[in-house]
């Protein structure tokens, strides 16, 4: 199936450990991105990034980094996880920046 | 802070009626964009009008935009318990390639 897919879907972790989530599209866009979802349900950006760019939100602390080992795969790293990390986090994707975009289905991350 | 805001944040009606959201941003936009997102799942995108369009149609779904008002509407027509999800709208603004959610509303569709 086409589609943006992310792993894991939950993670529970304890604070103070590092964890990744990893995301692949096979759609063939050129651009990717990851959101942040509160527990108010607020959408925030947090990256965006294609072969060409690293676009980082100035809000987003400095424990978060993206990981691109190629145009198809864009996974997120967490240092030092806080309870205020807690979140889903959602990949997306898009063709060009302008356009229509396909989420991940969202990794519910849930900090102790 | 959030780019859009959307109002009402909860609305509950019954089968068969049509369902209206609002969402008002605060810059110049390319486009908006209206997306779903049904309990504990991801976003689906819904429909996108530019800046230059005033309305737009995909089915049930009407969506407006003024833009003399930074402000859009999205009218569910014949509603379905299956509408019942948080809606949200999206804008990219004018020079960049990011998209920015306002704040959602939260459709429940009684049968």
């Known amino acids: 199936d086409t589609a943006v897919s992310q792993t894991p879907k939950y993670l529970v972790t304890q604070m103070g450990n590092d964890k990744s989530i990893k995301c692949e599209q096979n759609l063939g866009h050129d651009t990717m991105y990851w959101y942040k979802q509160d527990s108010k349900k607020f959408l925030k950006i947090m990256f965006s990034y294609n072969n060409k760019e690293l676009i980082i939100n100035e809000t987003v602390p400095n424990r978060f980094s993206p990981k691109s080992p190629d145009k198809a795969h864009l996974n997120l790293h967490i240092n030092s996880l806080e309870l205020g990390d807690s979140a889903v986090y959602f990949c997306?994707?898009?063709?060009?920046?302008?356009?229509?975009?396909?989420f991940g289905s969202g990794t519910r991350l849930t900090v102790v | 802070s959030q780019q859009g805001e959307e109002d009402p944040q909860a609305l509950s009606i019954q089968e068969g009626e049509n369902a209206t959201m609002n969402c008002s941003y605060k810059?110049?936009?390319?486009?908006l964009q209206w997306y779903r997102q049904n309990s504990g799942r991801g976003l689906v995108h819904l429909i996108l009008i530019r800046s230059n369009e005033r309305e737009k149609h995909s089915g049930r779904l009407r969506v407006t935009l003024d833009t003399s008002k930074k402000s859009s509407s999205l009218l569910i027509t014949a509603s379905r318990a299956a509408d019942t999800a948080s809606y949200f709208c999206?804008?990219?603004?004018?020079?960049?390639?990011?998209?920015?959610f306002g704040t959602g509303t939260r459709l429940t569709v009684i049968p």
């Open positions: 810059t110049s936009i390319n486009n």
């Open positions: 997306a994707s898009s063709q060009d920046g302008d356009g229509r975009y396909t």
């Open positions: 999206a804008t990219v603004k004018t020079g960049a390639n990011n998209l920015f």
